[in-house]
């Protein structure tokens, strides 16, 4: 703020000699008060305070480098033309008898018109707008028409009558109001392109007036009054101009403290205020005014301005139109990602939705293809989302190609895509082409995909909604129908698949309602029938059903994602219960309890903290549970992979369940951290089965030996699933087998069940007798 007054004190000083130099003047004009020669002393005092507030400016304010070029250049010309002037007024005041006609010196001139050259070099130094190509090439040619329509408008009002004036003043003064003119017309003309550069858009203005309004006045002075015009021009009008200079100086002051406002670029109507400015004289010529050779200077110049101005609407012309291509371009190019998928570029649902509306409306006919990818989750675990995005690109192509001009390929979205049939076109042939198209490799990784295809056929009444319901209905049904086919739509087909999906629904609601309970499949030693573990099953207490078999369920929980939940139920259930048997009967009562858990749940990222929890709420030690997964689980990527390992390395023992009917079981073996492998029930029957025919024999029990003994060797538990009868476990046990589960052995029992048979366990353990026979549900 100290800097601010400053600022102010050298506005107020000029001000007060301009002052003077009007009082004086009227006093000289009236009273004769001293010589006519003291006019010329107000100039030269008013310009070197301006000289000394712009010396003060770039001492005491931090200005950007573009800032203190334009000021250090102001400044010299200030210096220069105080310097012109002082000369002047020496030369008057030796001279004071002819300073009325005395005219100026050559050298005092060369000295201002060097001063008004910095300043305009200055002005034109100021950087503007950024601007390029086109751009620049506009603001030079309104930059040009604006300097040559005020130019023209200056000369045919001012610099014209003061050379072609009765009294003409020299060439010299003339000269030097010309020069004035250029600074203002350039600073004025410089200003409307400057938006908040680091030299303030006012200070610019303040420098302009400084040129252009005493030069103005001091020219219609001279054609006005002649000689005798000297003694106000440099005494009244002319003073004002380091006026203006310091209020430039004060201007730039406070934007440097902050003060300005934000400026917005202006001058936009200046180009066309010069042309006005421009026809001025031509009007005047038009009603009938002498044309002299001054005249023919502004219609040369008004020539000049509208040829620019052609140019320069042909260039708006140019950039409007290029404008408009680009609108268009922009509106088409959104347009088209509004209606297209951006991975494949086919169609999205929102416009398979809008053309099949539209086929509806105008014929009532209409067919659909809903296509969607057979188990395309397992290549994104497995190979990851960058191969997964590839297969939905080649997909997206194959349809392309089979459907051409047969209909509208759609991704309707994920692994589900859709085709919306062209009139005539089969529906049932098309779909047996995909299916063609989809057996062979594609994508740059030759992958084999399949696909289930749904057909839905608009009958009388069909709406998008229950087109689109009645393909996923089929498309539904041919993936429960062993996939890799195509289902047309019947009357009646969804009413299973309500009843799946209200399935879903009733499952949620028995998790709330606690209508699912846990039973325990034993695990039995087949040399004694001891118990040493059991295996946690669901079972769900329907309030209407009664008893719901896990096979008619759990795929509802795995297709809704209530696995997550109810395996947690499970779990915890199970680890509650085993812990309260081992606090009953002993840390030798039961070697371990085993729960299953599905791919869905490995994929859980809370999946690891909710067996914490469960072990640490029920107090098991993590030795003493088993999870048992299947081949299909441990092959979903590494995701699984890594779940499977943090599991291991806190001691739980994993199994791999129903071995032997996956496609990598040998390799899952040294890949997998399993602890157990639990032979598949398929293998065990017919394993006792004696036909006379020993080849035929050893063929049933082959993978079974073959299992057990590279478990033996890989130091690995087995357990055989599914044993029915005695003979199957004698040949289980001598194939190696020490322990297995099944109806023969004991069926699932609920833990009060399992209760009994460790308390009778426990007493022949006791009574040093063997437990012999089979355990039976209670």
């Known amino acids: 703020m100290a800097v601010d007054r400053a600022a102010q004190r050298y506005v107020t000083a000029t001000i007060v000699v301009a002052g003077l130099g009007t009082v004086w003047c009227l006093a000289y004009l009236t009273v004769g008060a001293g010589t006519e020669a003291l006019a010329y002393l107000f100039v030269p005092a008013g310009g070197a305070l301006a000289a000394g507030s712009v010396h003060h400016l770039r001492r005491h304010v931090a ?19 105080t310097i012109g002037y002082a000369w002047l007024a020496v030369d008057m005041l030796t001279h004071a008898a002819q300073a009325r006609t005395r005219a100026m010196p050559v050298p005092a001139a060369a000295c201002v018109a060097l001063g008004f050259s910095v300043a305009i070099w200055a002005v034109a130094r100021v950087p503007t707008v950024v601007a390029g190509g086109i751009e620049w090439w506009r603001v030079l040619l309104d930059r040009t028409i604006a300097f040559l329509g005020c130019a023209a408008a200056l000369w045919y009002v001012a610099l014209a009558p003061m050379l072609s004036a009765d009294e003409p003043w020299s060439r010299q003064a003339t000269a030097l109001v010309g020069l004035a003119f250029v600074v203002a017309v350039g600073a004025a003309t410089k200003v409307s392109h400057v938006a908040g550069g680091p030299v303030d858009r006012a200070a610019i203005r303040f420098i302009a007036a400084s040129g252009g309004i005493p030069a103005g006045v001091v020219a219609v002075l001279a054609v006005r009054f002649g000689y005798a015009a000297g003694v106000p021009a440099q005494a009244i009008v002319m003073p004002l101009a380091p006026v203006l200079v310091t209020a430039g100086v004060l201007a730039q002051w406070r934007a440097g403290a902050g003060l300005r406002r934000d400026a917005t670029r202006g001058g936009v109507l200046l180009p066309y205020l010069a042309i006005a400015a421009a026809d001025v004289p031509l009007i005047a010529f038009a009603f009938g005014e002498p044309t002299q050779w001054s005249g023919r200077v502004v219609v040369i110049a008004a020539v000049v301005v509208t040829a620019l101005v052609a140019v320069r609407q042909l260039i708006a012309f140019r950039e409007n139109a290029q404008l408009l291509r680009n609108t268009r371009v922009q509106e088409e190019r959104l347009q088209y990602e509004v209606n ?10 929102a416009l398979f939705r809008d053309r099949l509306a539209a086929s509806l409306a105008a014929t009532g006919q209409a067919s659909v293809l809903l296509v969607d990818l057979d188990d395309f989750k397992t290549v994104n675990d497995l190979l990851g989302h960058g191969v997964g995005d590839g297969l939905l690109v080649a997909v997206a192509q194959v349809l392309r190609d089979e459907v051409g001009e047969k209909g509208l390929p759609v991704r309707v979205g994920g692994d589900e895509f859709a085709v919306l049939l062209s009139p005539g076109t089969d529906p049932d042939e098309l779909a047996g082409q995909l299916l063609d198209a989809l057996n062979r490799p594609i994508s740059e990784h030759r992958l084999l995909v399949q696909a289930s295809i749904g057909i839905a056929t608009a009958g009388p009444g069909a709406t998008v909604d229950s087109m689109l319901r009645d393909a996923d209905v089929a498309m539904y049904t ?7 086919s195509f289902v047309r739509y019947v009357d009646g087909m969804g009413e299973p698949v309500l009843a799946h999906m ?20 034993p695990i039995l030693r087949l040399d004694d029938h001891r118990l040493v573990g059991v295996e946690a099953l669901v079972r769900w207490h329907h309030p209407t059903r009664g008893v719901v078999g896990p096979a008619e369920f759990i795929p509802a929980a795995e297709r809704t994602g209530l696995i997550v939940p109810l395996g947690r139920f499970v779990l915890r259930e199970t680890c509650r219960q ?31 903290s909710n067996v914490t929890a469960a072990l640490a709420d029920s107090g098991l030690p993590c030795e003493r549970l088993v999870l048992e997964v299947t081949e299909s689980a441990v092959l979903r990527g590494q995701q699984v992979s890594r779940t499977l390992f943090e599991l291991d390395r806190m001691g739980i023992r994993l199994a791999l369940d129903d071995f032997g009917t996956g496609e990598s079981s040998l390799s899952l073996l040294r890949a997998f951290p399993a602890a157990i492998v639990k032979l598949d029930k398929s293998f065990v029957d017919g394993i006792e089965i004696d036909d006379g025919q020993p080849a035929a024999a050893d063929a049933r029990q082959a993978v079974a030996r073959a299992v057990s003994q590279l478990a033996r060797a890989l130091g690995l538990d087995t357990i055989a699933e599914g044993v029915e009868s005695a003979e199957q476990a004698a040949v289980l046990r ?8 099944g109806y023969h052995l004991a069926r699932p029992m609920t833990a009060e069940g399992v209760s009994r048979l460790l308390a009778r366990q426990q007493v022949a353990a006791d009574s040093g007798d063997i437990v012999h026979g089979t355990p039976h549900p209670c």
Not at 478 to 484: D, F, L, N, P, T
């Open 734 to 741: 001598e194939l190696g087998y020490r322990l297995g589960q």
């Open 63 to 81: 200005l950007a480098p573009a800032a203190v070029r334009f000021w250090r250049a102001v400044l010299v010309a200030l210096v220069l033309i």
């Open 502 to 521: 209200k399935l879903g629904g009733d499952l949620r609601r028995a998790l709330d309602n606690d209508e699912l309970r846990v039973v325990y499949q």
């Open 578 to 608: 085993t812990a309260r048997w081992l606090s009953e009967f002993g840390p030798d009562a039961l070697r371990e309890a085993g729960s299953n858990v599905s791919a869905r749940q490995l994929h859980d990222p809370d999946f690891v």
């Open 478 to 484: 041919a993936k429960q129908r062993g996939k890799a």
């Open 340 to 349: 297209h998928d951006g991975l494949t570029g086919l169609a999205n649902r």
